[in-house]
């Protein structure tokens, strides 16, 4: 196709160079974690041609030697295109050809671009397409990036919220729904829930693995599996679960994956599950911990050494806004990826590059942004005691203990003239004469009361 000048020091070869002028879109370049799936998948490859007796042992030894240098990450700025390309990734497959064979051939003492012993094509991609290769690259990096860092970053958060709901387990604080005083409840309570919403989400994430272990490799170009032998698939997946000790699997219809990219929509949308979980907590963080004087006040943030560029000495939840930016990211980046996973036409879907960029940044962003919140913010999180005991002194909802002693009507008119003359409860209470101070502090114990159960009748 003709000769193409390339820096003398680039790794890459005709196609990649050919590639950067026509792709000349600004934007992100390919993930990382794209690139070094990549190393696993052509490492295995390559020694599953060589079992199968489609490469010679010398080929397939330098290509694998110069995959384990790529996946140590040696050649990552050698891969300068953006996600911007041709749907099926196959600008980046062929980069990957490229800098593989050149740093083999180099190996072998030839220089770059000599194509010899080791050609991109004839050899790097023996028994496979860009269109089965690169979703099999796909996710191959979402469970590195799912089992490698959202997941554990999920579980340590899930245990410091666990440990503050032991922690909290009787500090009763006034609940709140539809923003406006409710019963009381403990703020270990508080902590408990959001915990269980992170194990939960935690759940829902670990649920989508199994399918993303299923790949598509062998299909080739349209899913049949032409010009591949027969056991590709099957010795393969055995190579790759040896070397990345994850167990991979052939999918039973290699088209599917190609034409489909459901798993991964799967796992992007348990992402957006995790962001919603978050958003839910980090507000309430932020609302309780608002103020000091003028706010709820009922949690104080630990000092991140910010401030204000105007208001000197004033803190603000930082960190929670953070990380709820990362929650917006995610909502967006889901989207994205149902957009481009229904983009499947025929036999190959046509926005992989986009999709597993929109993933895999949800997926280390979140990771990030969790361990950066709950080290940063979470731990050193402290209680306001003093203001808690104040709003349920002063709250009028504890009178709904009282309703299954005196009637709800007569409760009502209770609160309402407590809240007229900006009494407590108690003081308004006695006053009327509907209950004597031993019987008003029998029924309203705020501490049994978060505990649940009919106050005033054994438990």
């Not at 790529?70 to 891969?79: K, L, P, Q, V, Y």
């Not at 935690?202 to 299909?219: C, E, I, M, N, Y």
């Not at 046509?350 to 913010?377: M, N, Q, T, W, Y």
């Not at 709800?408 to 609160?415: G, M």
């Amino acid at each position: 196709m003709g000769v193409m000048a390339i820096p003398a020091d680039r790794y890459w070869g005709a196609q990649t160079q050919r590639a950067l002028a026509v792709f000349t879109i600004e934007g992100p370049q390919m993930p990382v974690g794209v690139i070094r799936a990549f190393a696993l998948q052509k490492g295995a490859a390559a020694e599953a041609n060589l079992a199968l007796g489609m490469l010679p042992d010398e080929i397939a030894t330098l290509i694998g030697r110069a995959a384990e240098e790529m996946r140590e990450g040696r050649f990552d700025n050698h891969f300068p295109l953006p996600i911007w390309q041709t749907g099926s990734g196959t600008q980046t497959n062929m980069n990957a050809n490229e800098v593989l064979a050149n740093r083999a051939n180099e190996m072998a003492g030839q220089g770059l671009g000599t194509r010899t012993p080791v050609h991109p094509n004839d050899h790097v991609n023996r028994s496979q397409s860009s269109n089965d290769s690169f979703p099999t690259v796909m996710q191959i990096a979402a469970v590195e990036a799912i089992t490698g860092r959202l997941l554990p970053a999920l579980s340590r958060f899930q245990q410091t919220l666990e440990e503050k709901a032991q922690s909290y387990h009787d500090l009763v604080r006034l609940g709140r729904t539809h923003l406006n005083d409710a019963v009381p409840v403990t703020l270990g309570q508080n902590f408990a829930s959001y915990g269980l919403q992170i194990a939960r989400a935690k759940l829902r994430v670990s649920a989508t693995l199994p399918d993303l272990h299923r790949l598509p490799q062998g299909g080739t170009a349209a899913g049949s599996g032409l010009n591949a032998p027969h056991r590709f698939a099957q010795e393969f997946c055995n190579v790759l679960s040896r070397r990345s000790g994850a167990d991979f699997t052939p999918s039973s219809v290699a088209g599917e994956g190609m034409a489909a990219h459901d798993a991964v929509v799967a796992a992007s949308a348990a992402c957006e599950g995790v962001a919603v979980s978050l958003i839910h907590i980090l507000n309430d963080i932020r609302l309780l911990a608002s103020g000091p004087r003028a706010g709820l006040g009922e949690l104080e943030l630990p000092d991140d050494g910010l401030s204000s560029s105007i208001m000197p000495g004033k803190r603000n939840a930082t960190l929670a806004e953070a990380l709820l930016q990362v929650c917006h990211r995610a909502l967006g980046n889901h989207t994205t990826v149902v957009a481009a996973g229904a983009s499947g036409l025929f036999e190959l879907n046509v926005a992989k590059p986009v999709l597993i960029h929109a993933l895999l940044e949800s997926v280390s962003a979140l990771a990030d942004g969790l361990d950066a919140f709950r080290s940063g913010c979470l731990i050193g999180l402290k209680p306001n005691r003093a203001r808690m005991a104040r709003n349920v002194e002063m709250s009028l909802m504890v009178a709904t203990a009282l309703t299954p002693r005196l009637g709800y009507d007569a409760v009502a008119r209770l609160t309402r003239k407590a809240e007229a003359s900006e009494t407590s409860l108690r003081e308004t209470c006695l006053a009327v004469g509907l209950l004597s101070a031993d019987e008003y502090d029998r029924l309203i114990d705020p501490v049994l009361m978060a505990k649940g159960g009919l106050m005033g009748h054994p438990k």
